[in-house]
């Protein structure tokens, strides 16, 4: 018998290891949530998740505006949404009436553009921290819903009511459509180059501008984005509601509550479509539990946001996110405080 030399050999591939997604915990927050609820209330099994299925688009259309912007990295958060969804609720529906819903919508996208372009000008001109600038743009914004709100008159064009809650096959049209927008973001984000810059400068902002991502632009863009994704969320619930200086108030804290329960980074870098589903799923279900239970709006907020803590602590604990960013504080304290006090560390000498 002649000896086979084993070393020869191709090695066998290694059998693939499952990789738990970054959007499972919301999922099975879901379904949780889900199987209490027809234990409290008995009835039809689908009845929740239907119900959840005409309010989450709302919130996972804003939420993916959110999520482009949290992707940017630390420090990047839009506390804007909020009020332009309440401002443009009013301008939807004051060109509606003599435009059509259509241009009424149009216009709701392009309101909520131009309040993103005032805190893209403040974030990119003026350097100021986008929490502030986004800050400043909210109380602008508010300005200018209550001025809307003294000359509304009248609603929502009656089509653009039946389309918001129109249904096939027991699916609200709006799910199937905020569905499609979500594939689409999914594919902009892994297929395109606005999507893999915004991801990179999540994950490095020096190292993108040095691979030639024009990061100013890049930046301008995602907030951009959030802005109008918020006042077509605006128009849309003008005609699924009705406007409201107070429409989009919960939907300013409840979008990044979603997204980081969803699986997106909060430090940035890695966006996850998908768990803008699960995660606005998860609290409208949630919502709808306590609501059932007889929890005050001032509770439920507690319970959230003691669980997005929660979800950062596990998120940052699991991908080491946390480990790194205390890392970082350290070596910069230290650089700072280790000024050099010999001749030997030759420290340069300017005339």
Known sequence: MTAVDTRTLPAAPAARRFSWPAWGWSLIGVLAVWAVIIAVRPGSPFDPITQALSLAPFLVLVALGQMLVITLGPGNIDVSVGTIISMTSYVSVAIGVTHGPVVGLLAAVAAGALAGAVSVAAILVLRVPPIIATLATSLIVTSATLLLADAARGGADPALRTFVNAKVVGIPVIAIIVAAVTVLTWFVLRHTQLGLSIIAVGQSARAAERAGI??????????????????????????????????????????????????????????????????????????????????????????????????????????????????????????????????????????
């Open 214 to 351: 024009k990061v100013a632009l890049v930046t301008a863009t995602a907030y951009l984005i959030s802005a109008g994704f918020a006042g077509l969320v605006g128009g849309l619930l003008a005609a699924y509601i009705s406007p409201s200086t107070v429409l989009g108030t919960s939907y300013m804290l409840d979008s990044i509550a979603v997204v980081v329960i969803g699986g997106t980074l909060i430090s940035g870098g890695r966006p996850v479509p998908v768990g803008a589903w699960t995660g606005a799923l998860f609290f409208v279900l949630l919502s709808g539990l306590l609501n059932l239970v007889g929890w005050s709006v001032g509770a439920q907020n507690v319970l959230k946001g003691v669980l997005v803590v929660l979800v950062v602590i596990v998120a940052s604990a699991a991908t080491g996110t946390g480990r790194s960013s205390i890392r970082r504080l350290r070596d910069s304290t230290r650089s700072r405080t280790s000024t050099p006090s010999t001749p030997s560390q030759k420290e340069p000498i300017h005339g």
